[in-house]
C-alpha cells in the first residue's frame, strides 16, 4: 500500500498502523509527528537493547558529535538477502576511514565477514601511500573495494601510477555521487569491475541500493520502509524491525526524488542536494549542489565544491562564490558552463563580476573525519581578513 501519490514504497496498512499504535493517537501516517533525532535514537537504543549494541557517531565536522546506539548486526543479515555483491572468494579492501566512530568502516568489514570474504581494514589511503601499498596489496590478491568514491578513485589513480593491476571485480560506493570523472578513473583502472552502491545515514544505516545494472545513482528503497519526498528533506518510516533502527517519519535531511531505473525494479530513487544546500548571493538563492553538478558536466572536470567568502557559518550571506574542481578543463570553459545554465549566477556575474570566480585545483577540502569532499566549504571575506591584520 502506498499510503500519498509521491510516497516511495509498499507496505501493508496493517503494518503501519502496528507502528502507529506504539508511539501515540495518530490514525494515520499523515498524521503522525516526524521523530526527531533524539526519538530516533531512544527507539533504536530500546530496539537493540536485547542483544550486542553499536555506538557510531554522526556530526563532528561543525558541531558536536551525535551518537547512536544501533544493533550490532547492522542489518546486513536482512541486506544479504537482497543486496549481496560480495562472493566467499573476494578479499575487500576497506578504503572507509576508522574516522570517530564512522559506522561506514564498522560496516563494510562486517558485510565482508558476513559474507565469508577475507577483510582488509585498511581506511584511507593518503596521497603517497597507495603507491607504497601497492605490491602487498597484489600479493593478498585483493578483488572487491570498498569506500567514498572521491577515495576510490585515488586509489585507481595511485595504482595506475604504480603499474599495479590488482584484479578488481566489485567496486562498492557510497557516501557522496558518483561522478563521470571519478567513474572514468575507476574504470581506467579496474575496467572488469562491477559497481554497486547503497544510500542511508548513520542513524539509519541502508536505506536504500544500487546494483550492477542500474544506472548510476538510481537507487531502490529495501522493503519494510516508505519513504515520502518532501522540500524539507524526504522522511522515512520502517515497518520491519530486521533493519538496524526504527523510523517513524524521520528527517533524513536530503531531497530524495522518485525515478525510475533501466533496471526495471520498483521503488526508485535518486539522491538530491542537503535542503540546507541553497545559499543568497546579492539576493539571488542559489544551490550549491546544483553548481557542484554543473561544474562537473563540463567535460575532463573530476570533482567540484563550492567555496562561501565571507562566510564563516551556514546562517551568514558570501560576497563571493569560489567554484574549486580538480582536473584538466578550463576555468573558462568550467565558468561560462555555470552561467549559461544558471539564469540567478549569469544575473549576478553581470552586475558583479568577481563575485563568482571559478578555479582549478589540485585539491579540494575534505571532511577530516570522513574524507569525503565537502560541497561547501567556507572563508573569510578579504574584508574580515584585513581586519583581523592577517
Known sequence: MTFTPSAIGNVAGSDVARILSGIGSASTLADAEPWTFVELQDAAARSASRQGRLVVASGGTTGLPKLTVIRGDMGIPQLLRLWSPLRSDDVLLNLFSPGRLWGAHYFYNALGLSSGADVVPIGVLERGEAADWAQALDQLNVSALAGAPNVLAAFADAMRVAGTRLSVRTVIW?????????????????????????????????????????????????????LEPDADGALLTRVDDRWPAPAVRYRTGDLLIGATCVCARPDAFRVGPRTNDTVKLFGTRVSCADIVAQALSTS??????????????PTVTPDRIRVRYTGSAEPSAVRSSLLDSHVGLRFVAGHTPEAVVVERSTDLERNSRTHKVLTVAYERSRAEAETTGE
Do not use: K
Open 300 to 313: 575532463d572536470a573530476d570533482e567540484a565544491q563550492v567555496v562561501l567568502a565571507g562566510a564563516p557559518g
Open 174 to 226: 557510497s557516501g557522496e555521487p558518483m561522478t563521470l570523472g571519478r567513474m572514468r578513473r575507476l574504470r581506467q583502472a579496474f575496467p572488469e569491475a562491477r559497481f554497486w552502491a547503497n544510500y542511508g545515514s548513520i542513524e539509519t544505516f541502508v536505506v536504500g541500493v544500487n546494483w550492477p545494472e542500474c544506472e548510476v545513482g538510481t537507487l531502490h528503497l529495501l522493503p519494510g520502509q516508505i
